[in-house]
């Protein structure tokens, strides 16, 4: 069984700080995404990362995919208000036919940042 | 112009009940999903259609009924409705539906589901 374990679970910081979130598992994913999720919607993808080792930045935000494409991390630079919500990673399952394209999520970091 | 919409947005339902969930997409894609976010948040998937046909289900109790009538609607039928059953779901939809590609997933806004 493949699983995500995201952390902190929690974060509540000041706003002009720095942070980053993970999502580690034993098991190797075809791709990873990173997710924001607001209050009463759905998650938006912020990124997706599919090769070993990929950097992607979006503004304040980086995105890293581990080499063995096993584990992924989230930092925020700068960090403001408007960056509150629930991120949640989530890894592309490998496997054939049917279980292409099935996301694995991670249990999500909730992130509140004080102005 | 809403991409992935879900009706009806909230739902409150007595145990043993029958109840249904409607998800449309106007993306033109070619999959569509259900997923499920208990209490903690934790999103964990249900269903997956391609092209009206269903290729993915996670163990889902026989309860639970999927149905495609077409390619841009997903619905999801729920029987004898159980006090676990109450969370909040999410349908979703892809072009292709293989993330190797990069394929995005965008979601609707959920409907939430509490049974009494």
């Given amino acids: 069984t493949q699983l995500l374990e995201q952390s902190p679970q929690f974060l509540s910081i000041q706003e002009g700080e720095n942070l980053t979130v993970y999502c580690n598992s034993s098991s190797v994913f075809s791709s990873l995404q990173w997710y924001r999720q607001e209050p009463g919607e759905g998650p938006v993808l912020l990124v997706t990362v599919v090769t070993g080792g990929e950097v992607k930045k979006l503004k304040r935000l980086t995105f890293q995919f581990g080499d063995a494409r096993k584990d992924s991390s989230l930092h925020i630079t700068a960090a403001q208000p408007g960056d509150t919500g629930l991120y949640l990673c989530a890894g592309g399952r490998l496997g054939y036919g049917g279980s292409q394209g099935n996301l694995i999520f991670g249990k999500g970091t909730k992130l509140s940042v004080k102005p | ?116």
Wanted: aromatic share 10%.
């Fill in chain 2, 1 to 116: 112009d809403t991409a992935v919409s879900q009706t009806p947005k909230y739902l409150v339902t007595q145990m043993g009940n029958d109840k249904s969930i409607k998800c449309e997409q106007n993306l033109g894609h070619d999959t569509m999903y259900w997923y499920k976010q208990d209490s903690k948040k934790f999103l964990k998937i249900m269903f997956s259609y391609n092209n009206k046909e269903l290729i993915i289900n996670e163990t889902v109790p026989n309860r639970f009924s999927p149905k495609s009538p077409d390619k841009a609607h997903l619905n999801l039928h729920i029987n004898s409705l159980e006090l676990g059953d109450s969370a909040v779901y999410f349908c979703a939809s892809s072009q292709v539906g293989r993330l190797a590609g990069g394929d995005t997933q965008y979601f609707g806004p959920g409907t939430r589901l509490t049974v009494l």
